[in-house]
């Protein structure tokens, strides 16, 4: 009985002591949002007061216009926006790179937001952080205390796990959509030559192509084709294409249009060699992967099914020789 009413006793003891934890932090945090949201820290800057002055156009009447909708649930993504676009801030000085995350972010089809992103990492990183302290959670549960260090390094780990997840992610999604889009390559230059060889233009063999396939290749043609309509040369056009992508023979296949266009060379044949060689390149491809699974097919080989294969064939001997004795 005495025991039950120790160990009743120490089970509320740490109840208490995780609800005044809990306590603390929420009021660390409503201390924080409560300095954040002063008059003193809501001051305008200097390219807010002249922003009015230097504006081009003029803004539109609200009365005009239907408001934006709030972002996340019963509006608390405008709340967060500024804390967050101040935390990526942060996290951008830090870590750099802003050029190449707007490359990859052109490269794997969204437009180039680098706060919007530093956002992201943001958000990813506060995940990591609750993954963490969850973590946390579960060994403090498990060993009836509340380990301090491995709080603080479970919270860290989360952070910079998250932040470097986000960044992962995408250099993964641009990895994907250039290999898609050199998937889709060789069907596009042959349907791009078989309409310059019916006797369409350029730009006619591009809008019809654009009209029959779809895909990523596609959607960057059209955006080619946009940009001509808007005003821009069609070789200007398609250099944007071969800039907003990583294809070394996407770049190549850009490069050869734009001559054929200026010079007055056949198109077709041009088309036609590109699409070959980007077949040749993909066999190559398939060829040295292959070779690399090849390897790493005889990790089990050597390590499993070998030293089976030995101890069948030894066994045998080995215990015929152990009766002899």
């Given amino acids: 009985m005495n025991g039950l009413a120790g160990r009743l006793g120490e089970v509320l003891r740490d109840s208490w002591s995780w609800a005044g934890a809990t306590a603390g932090v929420l009021l660390l945090a409503g201390i924080a949002l409560v300095v954040a949201g002063l008059p003193v820290n809501r001051?305008?800057?200097?390219?807010?007061?002249?922003?009015?002055y230097l504006r081009d156009t003029p803004r539109p009447s609200t009365?005009?216009?239907?408001p934006a909708p709030p972002r996340g649930p019963f509006g608390f993504g405008e709340l967060f926006a500024p804390y967050l676009a101040r935390l990526g801030a942060g996290v951008g000085s830090v870590l750099g790179g802003a050029p190449s995350?707007?490359?990859?972010?052109?490269?794997?089809?969204?437009?180039?937001?680098?706060?919007?992103?530093?956002?992201?990492q943001v958000m990813y990183g506060a995940a990591g952080a609750l993954g963490g302290l969850l973590f946390t959670a579960v060994i403090a549960l498990a060993q009836r205390r509340f380990p301090v260090p491995v709080l603080v390094s479970m919270v860290l780990v989360g952070v910079l796990g998250g932040i470097a997840g986000r960044d992962y992610l995408l250099t993964r999604a641009a990895?994907?959509?250039?290999?898609?889009?050199?998937?889709?390559?060789?069907?596009?230059?042959?349907?791009?030559?078989?309409?310059v060889s019916a006797g369409e233009g350029a730009v006619g063999a591009l809008e019809r192509v654009c009209r029959l396939s779809r895909g990523e290749l596609s959607d960057?043609?059209?955006?080619?084709?946009?940009?001509?309509?808007a005003g821009a040369n069609l070789p200007t056009a398609l250099q944007g294409l071969a800039d907003r992508t990583g294809l070394v023979s996407l770049a190549r296949f850009v490069d050869g249009i734009v001559?054929?266009?200026?010079?007055?060379?056949?198109?077709?044949?041009?088309?036609?060699?590109?699409?070959?060689?980007?077949?040749?390149?993909?066999?190559?491809?398939?060829?040295?992967?292959?070779?690399?699974?090849?390897?790493?097919?005889?990790v089990p080989i050597v390590f499993l099914t070998l030293p089976v294969?030995?101890?069948f064939a030894l066994y045998p001997g080995l215990s015929f020789l152990h009766l002899k004795l």
């Fill in 43 to 52: 001051r305008p800057t200097l390219d807010d007061r002249l922003e009015p």
């Fill in 63 to 66: 009365l005009l216009t239907r």
């Fill in 101 to 120: 995350v707007a490359r990859r972010q052109l490269r794997a089809g969204h437009p180039a937001d680098v706060e919007r992103f530093r956002a992201e």
């Fill in 175 to 195: 990895t994907r959509r250039e290999a898609r889009m050199l998937t889709e390559f060789p069907t596009v230059a042959e349907l791009l030559a078989l309409a």
């Fill in 220 to 229: 960057e043609l059209r955006r080619c084709l946009a940009d001509a309509r």
């Fill in 259 to 298: 001559v054929a266009v200026e010079r007055g060379t056949p198109l077709a044949d041009v088309l036609r060699a590109q699409a070959q060689d980007v077949r040749e390149d993909g066999r190559r491809t398939l060829m040295e992967q292959g070779g690399r699974k090849e390897i790493y097919m005889m």
């Fill in 309 to 311: 294969t030995v101890l």
